[in-house]
Structures are given as structure tokens and as C-alpha cells.
């Protein structure tokens, strides 16, 4: 009996991986001709400056539209695109299109803003990643100052490889931040170490930092870091004013989140832009 149920549990075991697989084998198709056929978007969300409400800069988040299934967010496909290898084509592509769309609005009258690029690991650690940014900069006009790579926090802790290309991106002119920083679960002495100028609080610490002690502390305490190591600090995922008040007072000045904006497709994003600045110049 036990070895009739073995054998049956093996089967379904069995069973489910082919599904998995043959599940994973499909998007990943669907992705590499999503790739192909250019049914990726971005939209951008504002960073702002809270005390001033001041648009600082905008984050290139990406959209999978999918003639089938609608449109995909970046949590259900970035995962995959990364484990096969199809991020380092969609993450150049995402790079030279927010780059040249960041060139365009420069040509605008707007005050400098600075673009922000998600990078995977999987793209940093590629050879060609410095040569590609260069080019890039080079075909779309955008000064690299202008220009901030966003890479999570758990990557650069655990990836001592990586210390040699940041400094070689540093020294073209770009910005790097740490995303979902106080997520990546290692000893803070590896900051030091880094060629970085931003640390971004994870949302997780603000959603609650108005009710929960330990969120606010650990904010705190990023902010603090951040002010003494010289670096700049923003918090994402800002949903309500407790949340500007609460990272203000803690001397946390720039901000992202649904309480300023939702990311925008570029239509919506020149509206934002054109409002934002007619409400500083009402201002004067
Ligand atoms: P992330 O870089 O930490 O981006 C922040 C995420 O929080 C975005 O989700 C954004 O839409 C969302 N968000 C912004 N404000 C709020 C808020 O007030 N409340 C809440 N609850 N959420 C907010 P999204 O666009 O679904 O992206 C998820 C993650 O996927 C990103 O996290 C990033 O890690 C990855 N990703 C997105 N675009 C790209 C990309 O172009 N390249 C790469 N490599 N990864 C990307
Ligand atoms: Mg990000
Ligand atoms: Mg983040
Ligand atoms: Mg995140």
C-alpha cells in the first residue's frame, strides 16, 4: 500500500512539474514574442519634493500588454524574464526607451528632471552592460546626470561582483539608488563599500509608519544613515499625507507614491508635468 501511494504521489508529483514547466515554457515564449513584437509600454511615476510638492523626476516602470491576457504587471513576468535570461534584451530595450523619452522631455520647457531605470542583476552582471548604457546615452542625447539606475538592496549585498561595474557606471556621470532598501536582510557594513548616492526606503516601512512603531523607527533610522554617510534618501509607496508628515518630520524630503501619483502612461505623465509647473509659476 505504501508503495502504491509512493507511486501515486510521485505521479502527481510528477504530473504538476510538467504543468509548471510546460506552464513556464509558454510564457516564456509568450514573452520572447512579446519582446519581438513590442507589446511592452512604460509608464512613469513622479518623485517629488515633499515640502515643496516640487516634480523632481519620474521612475520608468514597465507594462506587459498582451494581445490575450490583457495587460501583465512587472511582478508576474520580471521574475521569469530574469531566470531566462529574456531580461537583458527587455531591460535595453526599457533602458533606451526611457532614455530617449527622458532626451524629449529635456527638450521641453520643464525643469531638469531626473529619469529612474529599474536594472536586474541579471542585466549588470552582463559584459556588455557599460558599452550598451554608453551607446545608449550617445543615441538618445541624455546627459548621464540626468540618468539613476534602481537596483534592489538584496542584489548588491550578496553580490560582491557587481562593486567593479557600479564604479565604472559611476564614473560615466549616472546616479545609483538602492531600491527596496531595509528589505535585503544583511549587515549594513557592505554600504560603505558601495559607489551608490541613494537609499529608497521600502514602502513596507511607510504604508504603516503612521500606526506602527517599529516601521517608523526602522525608517528613522534609514534616514538617519543616509544623512550621515552622505547619501540622499527617498521613501516610495507614499499613500496619504500622514505618510508625507511622518517622513518629513524625520527629515525625509523627496517622495513617490499613489498620494502625489499613480505612474502614467507618457500622455498622462506631459499633463502632470504641465500642471505641476503652472502650479509652481501660480506660485510666484
Ligand atoms: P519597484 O521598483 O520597487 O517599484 C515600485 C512599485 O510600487 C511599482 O509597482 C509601483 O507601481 C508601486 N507603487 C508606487 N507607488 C505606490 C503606492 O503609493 N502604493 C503602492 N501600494 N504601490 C505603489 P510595479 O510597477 O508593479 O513594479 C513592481 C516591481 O517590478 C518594481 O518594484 C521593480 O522591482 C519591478 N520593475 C518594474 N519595472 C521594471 C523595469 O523596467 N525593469 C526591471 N528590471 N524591473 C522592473
Ligand atoms: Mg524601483
Ligand atoms: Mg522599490
Ligand atoms: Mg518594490
Redesign the pocket.
Known amino acids: 500500500y505504501v508503495k502504491e501511494r509512493g507511486k501515486n504521489d510521485y505521479m502527481i508529483f510528477n504530473q504538476q512539474m510538467e504543468h509548471q514547466s510546460l506552464e513556464r515554457r509558454l510564457l516564456e515564449n509568450a514573452l520572447r514574442q512579446g519582446i519581438r513584437e513590442q507589446q511592452f509600454y512604460l509608464e512613469y511615476?513622479p518623485k517629488v519634493n515633499m515640502t515643496s510638492n516640487k516634480l523632481m523626476g519620474m521612475?520608468?516602470?514597465?507594462r506587459w500588454n498582451h494581445p490575450e491576457l490583457g495587460i501583465i504587471?512587472?511582478?508576474k513576468f520580471?521574475p521569469l524574464a530574469e531566470e531566462s535570461g529574456l531580461?537583458v534584451p527587455l531591460?535595453e530595450w526599457?533602458l533606451r526607451e526611457s532614455c530617449r523619452q527622458a532626451s524629449a522631455w529635456g527638450a521641453l520647457d520643464v525643469p531638469p528632471l531626473t529619469l529612474s531605470?529599474?536594472?536586474?542583476v541579471r542585466q549588470l552582471v552582463d559584459r556588455d552592460f557599460v558599452d550598451k548604457l554608453k551607446t545608449i546615452l550617445q543615441e538618445t542625447g541624455l546627459n548621464p546626470r540626468r540618468l539613476e539606475l534602481?537596483i534592489?538592496e538584496s542584489v548588491l549585498a550578496n553580490i560582491k561582483s557587481t562593486i567593479p561595474i557600479l564604479k565604472e557606471i559611476k564614473k560615466l556621470g549616472i546616479q545609483i539608488s538602492i531600491?527596496?532598501f531595509g528589505t535585503g536582510y544583511s549587515s549594513l557594513s557592505y554600504i560603505k563599500e558601495l559607489p551608490i548616492d541613494t537609499l529608497k526606503i521600502d514602502?513596507s516601512f511607510v504604508k504603516d509608519i503612521h500606526t506602527n512603531k517599529e516601521s517608523k523607527e526602522i525608517a528613522k533610522a534609514i534616514i538617519n544613515l543616509a544623512s550621515s554617510i552622505g547619501l540622499n534618501v527617498i521613501a516610495?509607496?507614499?499613500?496619504l499625507e500622514e505618510h508625507v508628515d511622518e517622513l518629513s518630520k524625520d527629515g525625509c524630503i523627496l517622495g513617490?507614491?499613489?498620494?502625489y501619483s499613480r505612474?502614467l502612461k507618457v500622455e498622462a505623465f506631459e499633463d502632470y508635468m504641465t500642471t505641476n509647473q503652472e502650479s509652481l509659476y501660480s506660485l510666484n
Open positions: 511615476q521612475e520608468a516602470l514597465v504587471s512587472p511582478g520580471i531580461i531591460g526599457i531605470v529599474n536594472i536586474s534602481e534592489t531600491d527596496d514602502q516610495e509607496g507614499i499613500e513617490q507614491g499613489y498620494f505612474p
